[in-house]
């Protein structure tokens, strides 16, 4: 790297609405810590394609679903990868950042995932239950989701929704890492206010299973966040690998943990700067 600073472009929707929560408190914190080390501004995803030439990388935070500008961050996505701009994440990720086929794909293979169908001729392969979950394969934040009964499900099953059985989950968990290396974990003690979130000591156990997916997704840089749920037999279930933008409820932890994280997170950004971009 040349003496200058390094220039961040900082992507976030400082105005997404989000039910229990404020995003854009966190982008404010993070984007207040970085700025002693590198040369930032922050800009709207919409903006991001026109501006993101005159930076040394772009970082994608806090950006809101995709699906509210799906034109402008599929023009910002080619144009990154045909200039082979430095995005972080980086635009390679296998899971949420790729779509849900992931999904499909790992409940396919038997890993730990909520078993998962999108076509009416596989619905035999999903556990019974007295409920189901539909949810669009390209929706976010809840966005679409319906819980159904199997009478309706082979009429919804059409290809462009998954399936799955409803699960009655002790909590959900969710594991944040940088790069591939562990920060903390959040749970959700009450299911039905999945945005209270307090902090949570993982077991061996739960972390092998977390750096499972991690391990899976192959991202050498980046914030990845796994969520999943405590099925009623005590083993976790993937939920969702959220490598694109994952919120961090960073005001759920103390100020230990909230500046390790943040200080991980620069760490990160100078490693990820200093890797020659590929065209």
């Given at each position: 790297m040349a003496d200058a600073r390094p220039r961040i472009l900082y992507v976030s929707d400082l105005a997404y609405p989000a039910r229990g929560r404020r995003y854009c408190d966190e982008d404010i914190l993070l984007t207040?810590?970085?700025?002693?080390?590198?040369d930032l501004a922050l800009c709207h995803p919409r903006e991001a394609a026109a501006l993101m030439d005159?930076?040394?990388?772009?970082?994608?935070?806090?950006?809101?679903p995709v699906l509210g500008y799906r034109a402008e961050y599929d023009a910002f996505r080619e144009r990154a990868l045909r200039q082979g701009t430095r995005v972080y994440n980086p635009l390679t990720g296998r899971a949420d950042m790729a779509g849900k086929?992931?999904?499909l794909d790992l409940s396919a293979a038997g890993l730990?995932?909520?078993p998962t169908v999108d076509r009416a001729e596989d619905l035999h392969r999903l556990p019974g239950a007295d409920r189901y979950v539909v949810k669009p394969r390209l929706g976010a934040d809840s966005i679409g989701l319906r819980v159904v009964t199997s009478a309706e499900l082979p009429a919804l099953a059409d290809g462009t929704v998954l399936v799955q059985p409803h699960v009655d989950f002790a909590h959900e968990v969710s594991f944040c890492f940088v790069d591939d290396a562990f920060q903390y974990a959040l749970y959700a003690p009450d299911p039905d206010r999945r945005w209270e979130l307090e902090p949570y000591?993982?077991?061996?156990?739960d972390l092998e299973f977390a750096r499972r997916f991690i391990e899976w997704n192959g991202l050498r840089h980046g914030i990845q966040r796994v969520d999943a749920c405590r099925a009623p037999d005590g083993e976790l279930l993937l939920v969702e690998?959220?490598?694109l933008n994952p919120y961090l409820s960073?005001?759920?932890l103390d100020e230990d943990r909230r500046e390790a994280f943040v200080t991980a997170f620069a760490a990160s950004l100078h490693r990820f700067l200093d890797v020659v971009p590929a065209h």
């Open positions: 207040s810590r970085l700025r002693a080390e590198f005159a930076f040394d990388a772009v970082v994608v935070r806090n950006s809101g086929q992931y999904l730990p995932v909520i000591e993982p077991t061996v156990r690998l959220e490598d960073l005001d759920a």
